[in-house]
């Protein structure tokens, strides 16, 4: 079974700039999840989608983040624009179904740093 | 807020000892608390999970033990190895999910 997979694994942009990150859930996971994870933090989640309508984006910064699920599968994320405190690792995250007992299967995330 | 707080921040042991990491909670709603483990350029991974109607869980080398009315939870890692150095997340979830900090293990051989 192939695991989440995420582009791009590394990204560098200015502050003010425009990025996007794009993960690909496994197969028949119903539920996606985007995080944050700025260094020597736990990750923050950001927003959970189920299918693709939004089940939670409390904590999504709404002013500068947006991200969609287009056909209930893959995902894209977006900073627009980027500040120098979005410096972070984007981990995207599967699973079956929304219960809160589903195992979360991590990719291996996008570091993105802003200058 | 931090909903999970966790301890200690970094860890050294020597192989073959006890590695323990603590969590403690303030939401009584939270029922699912589950342990990830996280390598360097690797996402989290789920390592052992424990529901708040079982104080003890073991699986191989790693146990939680959970203490609903204190409202903590502790990971020990029995016979620590030098391929246990990591970072370990706890988390706890009800309708939200929340990970702690973060303790990076190291095991000295």
């Known amino acids: 079974e192939a695991g989440v997979a995420q582009s791009p694994r590394y990204k560098i942009i200015e502050k003010r700039q425009s990025v996007a990150f794009w993960c690909n859930p496994i197969s028949g996971h119903a539920t996606l999840y985007w995080y944050q994870q700025i260094l020597g933090q736990g990750p923050k989640l950001l927003i959970q989608?189920?299918?693709?309508?939004?089940?939670?984006d409390s904590q999504l910064p709404k002013d500068r983040f947006s991200a969609e699920r287009l056909k209930g599968v893959d995902s894209t994320l977006k900073i627009q624009p980027a500040k120098l405190e979005d410096s972070a690792v984007y981990l995207c995250?599967?699973?079956?179904?929304?219960?809160?007992?589903?195992?979360?299967?991590f990719g291996p995330g996008t570091r993105l740093l802003v200058l | 807020q931090q909903q999970v707080k966790q301890s200690p921040q970094s860890l050294i042991v020597q192989k073959g000892g006890i590695s323990i990491i603590n969590c403690a909670y303030e939401?009584?709603?939270?029922?699912?608390f589950p342990w990830y483990q996280q390598f360097p350029g690797k996402g989290p991974a789920l390592l052992i999970a424990i529901r708040p109607d079982v104080s003890e869980k073991k699986e191989g080398r790693f146990t939680i033990s959970f203490n609903k009315s204190a409202k903590q939870f502790s990971l020990h890692i029995m016979d620590s190895q030098p391929g246990d150095s990591a970072t370990y997340f706890c988390a706890a979830t009800g309708n939200q999910f929340y990970f702690g900090t973060g303790t990076s293990l190291t095991v000295i051989p």
């Open positions: 995250a599967s699973s079956r179904g929304t219960p809160s007992r589903e195992t979360q299967y």
């Open positions: 939401n009584t709603a939270f029922d699912y």
């Open positions: 989608f189920q299918n693709n309508g939004v089940v939670d």
